[in-house]
Structure formats: C-alpha cells, structure tokens
C-alpha cells in the first residue's frame, strides 16, 4: 500500500515539473511484451518514461537502474524496488585480482675455482755455461739383507671417480587460482525477460551531454536475437537533461516529452553493428518527430 501510494506521489511530482507528455508517433500504447529502448542524458529518464507510460503498462515494465546510483541510499533503493519495480545492472564489472607472478628462483652461487698456483719463477743466472761432466757409479752389491726385504707387492688400486655434486632443486612456483567468470550484466534482463515482464533500456550504457546518443553497445542486440518475439519500440526522451543536468541534484521544472516510434526487429542474417546503428538512428529520427 506504502508503494502505491509513492508512486502516485512521484507520477504528481514529475508531471507537475515536467508535464510528462507521452506521443505514440510509430505504434500504439499495448499491453504487449516490449523493449523499450530511448537516448540517455539523465538520471532522471528513468522516471520520466515510467511516468509516460499509462497506468496499464507501468505495471508490466520494469525500467533498468544503475545498481551504484539508484541503490546508494535505503531511500533510492526501495523506491526503484519497491515503486519503479527496476532491474538492477552493474555498469562496470569488478575484474578479479590480479594473480601475484610466481617468485623467481634465488640465482645459484658458481662453485669456487680451485686456486691456481703461482707459477715458479726462475732467476736468471750469470755464472758461465760450464761443461757437465758424467759422473757413472758402480752399482754396489746389495746384500743379503736387502735382497731378502723386497716383496712383491700388488698394484695400488685407483683412484674412486669424482663424485657429482648433488643437483639443485629449483622451487616449484605456486599454481595460480582460476578466475572466476565474470558476471553477465545482461542476466537480470533475461531474467526479467524469461518472466514475461517488458524492459526499458538505454543502450548507450551512459548519460550523454552531446545531444545525440552515442554509438549503442551489443546488449540490445543480444536481447533481441534471444527474444525475436518480442517488440522492440525506440523512444526518444526531450529536455529531460535540462530538468536535472549531470551533476546535479535538484530539479528544475520544464516541459519535456517522450515519443514513441514504430517498432523494429533484427532482419534475417543482420550483423550486429548495422542493426544497432539502425537503431541509434531510429532514436534520433524520433527527435524532430
């Protein structure tokens, strides 16, 4: 009851400050499943095309709101919940933690080098080259003794081979965690979708302050592929930026209005970017209707 009641409060609100005139230029108001989808130049288009819609088709659509400006404050939040009926969508997706590259491996010291004798050093001599004289001895007989001391002993064995140093064993690097999927900022809309309710989006995915929207992203594209049924019907949201410009937070009254164009769909075999340029222009058609 507190909700009805809000929003006949916020309908007198907006039309008193806005007159909030609804024109069906292209198709007529049916309580049909649709996808609305308008220019984006204030926070405020979101009530300004609830509030243009009649009573019939307020309750059957459901306006998308930016999760980070209309669900800020318990106040903002349980109006587009409670009042507006809103689906929620993130405007930018948190990306995962980055993931810490693995440590490198400390670098190994070289073994030391075995240490190089200095070489011998030979000093000149001076003295005279003399001639050598060959001195021969007579072997000397060797007696009993030491004839009886010498034994016959075997060969010493040889030396053991080098033993390899151990070999080093590098550290493994810590396996990194999977990321987790990003979210799908569409699914909410899906979702909505799946339960038969009509939509209201703003392709442009941000307010602009050019006077003509900007190039469209993918999202309505992908819903209209998912969901061929349903109507796509383009509109065209005036003046509404100068009754509450970027930035600002109090309202200022003037006369603005929302057209409603013809319907349109994807046609058989159309790319992505052609269609969403036929229906920016379609968006901008609607402006000197």
Same mark, same amino acid.
């Given at each position: 009851?507190?909700?009805?009641?809000?929003?006949?409060?916020?309908?007198?609100?907006?039309?008193?400050?806005?007159?909030?005139?609804?024109?069906?230029?292209?198709?007529?108001?049916?309580?049909?499943?649709?996808?609305?989808?308008?220019?984006?130049?204030?926070?405020?288009?979101?009530?300004?095309?609830?509030?243009?819609?009649?009573?019939?088709?307020?309750?059957?659509t459901r306006p998308i709101a930016a999760r980070d400006y209309w669900a800020n404050t318990p106040v903002k939040r349980w109006i587009t919940t409670e009042v507006f009926?809103?689906?929620?969508?993130?405007?930018?997706?948190?990306?995962?933690? $980055?993931?810490?590259?693995? %440590? +490198? &491996? *400390?670098?190994? !010291? /070289?073994? #030391?080098? @075995?240490?190089?004798?200095? =070489?011998?050093?030979?000093?000149?001599?001076?003295?005279?080259?003399?001639?050598?004289?060959?001195?021969?001895?007579a072997p000397a007989a060797e007696g009993p003794q030491e004839i009886q001391g010498q034994l016959d002993l075997p060969?010493?064995?040889?030396?053991?081979?080098?033993?390899?140093? $151990?070999?080093?064993?590098? %550290? +493994? &690097? *810590?396996?990194? !965690? /999977?990321? #987790?999927? @990003?979210?799908?900022?569409? =699914?909410?809309?899906?979702?909505?979708?799946?339960?038969?309710?009509?939509?209201?989006?703003?392709?442009?995915?941000?307010?602009?302050?050019?006077?003509?929207?900007?190039?469209?992203?993918?999202?309505?594209?992908?819903?209209?592929?998912?969901?061929?049924?349903?109507?796509?019907? $383009?509109?065209?949201?005036?003046?509404?930026?100068?009754?509450?410009?970027?930035?600002?937070?109090?309202?200022?009254?003037?006369?603005?209005?929302?057209?409603?164009?013809?319907?349109?769909?994807?046609?058989?075999?159309?790319?992505?970017?052609?269609?969403?340029?036929?229906?920016?222009?379609?968006?901008?058609?609607?402006?000197?209707?």
């Open positions: 009851m507190l909700a009805k009641l809000t929003g006949w409060l916020l309908l007198g609100i907006v039309r008193l400050l806005t007159g909030a005139q609804a024109r069906w230029y292209g198709c007529p108001p049916k309580a049909e499943q649709r996808i609305y989808f308008a220019n984006h130049q204030s926070h405020a288009d979101l009530v300004m095309i609830w509030a243009a819609l009649p009573e019939e088709l307020r309750s059957i009926n809103a689906v929620y969508v993130e405007r930018a997706a948190t990306g995962a933690a $980055p993931v810490a590259p693995p %440590p +490198e &491996a *400390p670098p190994q !010291a /070289p073994p #030391p080098a @075995a240490p190089i004798a200095p =070489a011998e050093r030979i000093e000149p001599s001076m003295e005279p080259l003399l001639p050598i004289e060959t001195v021969v001895h060969a010493p064995p040889p030396p053991p081979p080098p033993v390899a140093p $151990p070999p080093v064993i590098e %550290p +493994e &690097a *810590p396996v990194a !965690a /999977p990321e #987790p999927p @990003a979210a799908d900022p569409l =699914a909410p809309l899906i979702d909505a979708l799946r339960s038969g309710d009509s939509i209201i989006i703003f392709p442009e995915g941000t307010r602009g302050h050019t006077g003509e929207p900007q190039k469209f992203k993918s999202g309505l594209y992908a819903l209209a592929t998912m969901f061929p049924d349903v109507v796509l019907v $383009p509109a065209w949201i005036d003046n509404v930026q100068r009754v509450m410009p970027k930035g600002e937070i109090v309202p200022v009254p003037i006369l603005c209005s929302v057209t409603f164009g013809a319907p349109i769909r994807v046609e058989d075999g159309e790319e992505r970017r052609p269609f969403l340029d036929r229906a920016r222009a379609a968006v901008i058609a609607l402006r000197d209707v």
